[in-house]
């Protein structure tokens, strides 16, 4: 029998190993400030040491325990009060005095953030912010669900065997300081599951305001258990680590920056938890010789309105035309920067560089940055490590621009370089685009703008979630992540 003890204290400089033989020491601060009952993990692919204060490790097990208690309590729970629950959420959230207690506590978690120079484009929680909530929540309220559906029927002599659809269990939720997603996530509720939340610090706030004013109290009128949907109250990212390390969840789905889901992502995998995870983004724009100028330019400029991951971040140009479509590229640039108020700024591949003069490698601008405005060149060299780099701006739009020799070249460099997300191809002619759809490594493909790429806007459902296949394709289910996708299948003898 193998005896593991619990270790209570580190000491600089000794190794861990990893990755097969890989490793790396622990340094002083680690060592000094690891304390007993601590945790310590390690970051697979980077090597990274990821501590995890008790403490932390205490608020998200306390949460994930009462989700697993109130999950245990929704198999009684009717349908009809699942759908009472979501009215009440998007009753309060329409009540003007509840939102404006909410909008003042994100005013000042906006404040907060701009002072610290956090990007704060996701974290305005702003009318438009609300309706789209509202709505969400009120398509929830009449949806089917897989809950107790017969999905599948097989008949023997004298019995048969149904495939019913059922709750998964708890689910786990780590995003962005995004306060929307807060009610997106509640969609797993519709199916009989439970959340739990741990949100960025710069919206906990916000996050708790809604809890505590809308969220809750809407649980409470409906009937749930109130654990039916809990937030994991730290400003710590360890809190998140300690919550996706913990094996009684169902599924963990993790929203934001690359490096920070694909940890977190390692650390579910670890525990034995199924993964959803949404982190790297930026679109591609392909235009071949077949492109329609007009279209193009439409294009471009529609899925630049604002930065999220399904904003377009490369366009590629095949050689033929880069000299035509060139203009009309940075025509549509002007047109999403002065919607906004802010210049744009382009990187250029270096080995691109003949299609602009040198005055416009050497024009200078006001870009707008989280930390204020830096005078920078608008168009800007591109290193070839940097060619699949996603440009988080602010106000002012940010590319990349290829040029590639064909559109066959163009796809091979979107499947190298980018986080194989979103693809669209202008073209008028239909047997390049077949070409198109069947070489590229993307779940999400277009002949248009790239922004279509939602739940809501696509299929009228609020999505918890989108998926790349930079990782590998998901298995058994589409890359939009909604809360009627989030279920189990059990399977029952029935005598006849």
């Known amino acids: 029998m193998s005896h593991v003890e619990q270790v209570n204290r580190l000491e600089a400089g000794t190794p861990v190993l990893f990755g097969g033989g890989q490793c790396v020491r622990i340094d002083a601060d680690l060592a000094a400030n690891f304390r007993p009952g601590d945790r310590l993990e390690i970051a697979p692919k980077t090597g990274e040491l990821l501590h995890i204060p008790a403490r932390e490790k205490a608020i998200a097990g306390n949460a ?20 009472q629950f979501f009215g009440a959420f998007a009753e309060a959230l329409a009540d003007d005095a509840i939102w404006d207690r909410v909008s003042r506590i994100n005013r000042a978690d906006v404040a907060d953030a701009k002072s610290r120079g956090r990007s704060t484009g996701r974290l305005v929680a702003n009318e438009k912010m609300r309706l789209g909530m509202i709505d969400g929540l009120r398509g929830w309220i009449e949806a089917p669900s897989r809950r107790g559906q017969i999905l599948e029927t097989v008949r023997h002599d004298g019995f048969r065997v149904e495939l019913v659809g059922a709750a998964l269990g708890v689910v786990a939720f780590v995003f962005e300081g995004r306060p929307n997603v807060l009610a997106d996530a509640c969609g797993v509720i519709r199916g009989g599951n439970t959340v739990v939340f741990r949100i960025g610090s710069d919206a906990l706030k916000t996050a708790k305001a809604i809890m505590d004013l809308a969220l809750n109290p809407a649980l409470e009128k409906a009937g749930l ?4 949907a809990t937030l994991v109250e730290s400003f710590s990212h360890a809190s998140g680590w300690a919550m996706f390390c913990d094996g009684r969840l169902s599924l963990a789905v993790a929203r934001g920056s690359g490096r920070a889901v694909e940890t977190l992502g390692s650390l579910a995998r670890r525990a034995g938890v199924a993964t959803s995870l949404h982190g790297t983004g930026g679109a591609w724009i392909i235009a071949s010789e077949k492109a329609d100028a007009q279209i193009f330019e439409e294009a471009v400029y529609r899925s630049l309105d604002r930065k999220v991951c399904n904003t377009l971040n490369t366009v590629c140009l095949t050689r033929a035309v880069a000299g035509d479509l060139f203009p009309v590229l940075c025509k549509s640039l002007q047109k999403a920067a002065d919607r906004r108020g802010h210049p744009w700024k382009m990187h250029l591949s270096k080995r691109d560089k003949p299609l602009v003069g040198e005055k416009h490698l050497e024009r200078m601008a006001p870009i707008a940055r989280a930390e204020g405005t830096v005078e920078e060149r608008q168009i800007e060299l591109l290193d070839p490590e940097e060619v699949g780099k996603e440009w988080e701006w602010e106000d002012s739009p940010e590319i990349t621009l290829l040029l590639a020799d064909s559109v066959d070249e163009a796809v091979s460099l979107c499947n190298r370089y980018s986080p194989q997300f979103v693809g669209s191809l202008i073209s008028e002619d239909p047997t390049e685009q077949k070409r198109f759809y069947e070489a590229l490594n993307a779940p999400f493909v277009g002949d248009s703008f790239t ?4 739940g809501q806007y696509a299929l009228r459902k609020p999505e918890l979630g989108l998926s790349n296949w930079q990782n590998g394709r998901l298995f058994g289910r589409g890359s939009i992540l909604s809360g009627d996708s989030v279920f189990t299948v059990r399977t029952r003898y029935v005598r006849e």
């Open 64 to 83: 994930v325990s009462q989700a697993l208690a109130a999950f245990e309590r929704m198999g009684s729970v009717s349908d009809e009060a699942i759908g």
């Open 225 to 228: 258990p109130l654990g039916a």
């Open 451 to 454: 922004r279509w790429v939602d």
